[in-house]
């Protein structure tokens, strides 16, 4: 069946279709259970489940993480809503000492598949803690896979991969685009959908490749579409950890040409990382340098300045100007 859903929408039916699928899933987090979280993502969950699977938990991200280790050793598979991007800081240890090494700790005798869900990105007129991108952090942490998603398929399908993985995921969700809507299939076969740790060609082109995820896809390709002169290729890459290199590679060997458009900061951002390897793997076929497109690198800023922060479609636009002056 065929449902017209939200990008939040699409979470809560993937997280339920996980819950009736595995009565081991649980989801925890501040206001998750009656309120339906802040954003409404878990919404009925609580009702329909109980509270012994959807669990309000305090105000203690170190305390939630932690808890779902011990869970996720004793058979659990949990799903941890962290509220905003910026408060997981508190559960810094026991996600990048603990979650991030259990497996190879353990020689591989213990998996713990923990997901923690994270709102992320700016745009919803917030402050600091509640609109940064922190995704660089995680990405650098070896042991965690790293994905977002762009549109409310991605969202339905890799959710319910993200739960049955056996390692810990972190799924970002790019909370301005939560109200962003498309056709889901929600009777379609789980084999149906694509790979977690693929990138997708959201748009085909021939001139130059703009590489995106999350919140940055729909503008890239609002950018692609305002381009009359030039052909713009946009891949939503998806998964962040691992990075799939290989249709990220073949796209700039076609287009000569990459531009990297994320929200974080340039600075140490996971843009820097792939303009590294995709110069080092594609240097033969590159017509320019790779250009990179991202925030400032400051801290967030107070709302009336959050639209000149973050990268929108001239930045974009001037970006690819960037790339064809070479």
């Known amino acids: 069946m065929s449902v017209n859903l939200t990008i939040g929408k699409a979470i809560n039916a993937g997280l339920r279709r996980a819950m009736e699928s595995d009565p081991k899933v649980l989801v925890m987090g501040e206001d998750v259970g009656r309120l339906g979280g802040v954003f409404r993502v878990t919404d009925q969950l609580h009702k329909d489940f109980g509270a012994d699977r959807v669990i309000d938990t305090p105000l203690a991200e170190s305390g939630i993480v932690g808890t779902a280790i011990g869970l996720a050793l004793r058979g659990y598979r949990p799903v941890c809503e962290i509220q905003f991007d910026g408060f997981f800081f508190p559960a810094t240890n026991q996600t990048f000492a603990q979650l991030a090494k259990m497996r190879r700790r353990s020689a591989g005798a213990l998996s713990v598949p923990v997901v923690l869900r994270i709102p992320y990105g700016g745009g919803i007129g917030a402050v600091e803690h509640h609109s940064e991108s922190p995704e660089a952090y995680f990405a650098h942490t070896a042991g965690l896979r790293v994905v977002t998603v762009a549109n409310a398929v991605d969202a339905y399908w890799m959710i319910q991969q993200a739960i049955t993985s056996p390692d810990p995921v972190v799924f970002f969700e790019p909370k301005r685009r939560y109200y962003d809507k498309a056709e889901v299939d929600t009777d379609a ?59 990220v590679e073949e796209s700039v060997r076609r287009t000569g040409r990459l531009v990297i458009a994320h929200e974080a900061p340039l600075t140490g951002g996971i843009g820097g990382e792939i303009a590294a390897r995709i110069t080092e793997s594609c240097f ?21 300045l959050e639209e000149h922060y973050l990268p929108d479609l001239d930045r974009i636009l001037d970006g690819v100007d960037r790339a064809f002056t070479y």
């Open 189 to 247: 076969s789980p084999e149906s959908a694509a790979p977690m740790g693929s990138a997708r060609v959201a748009r085909q082109g021939s001139d130059l490749t703009l590489l995106a995820y999350g919140p940055m896809v729909k503008t890239a390709l609002q950018a692609a579409e305002a381009e009359t002169e030039r052909s713009i290729e946009v891949v939503d890459l998806r998964s962040l950890a691992p990075v799939d290199y290989a249709t």
């Open 284 to 304: 033969y076929h590159l017509e320019s340098p790779v250009i990179r497109v991202g925030a400032f690198d400051t801290p967030y800023p107070q709302s009336r």
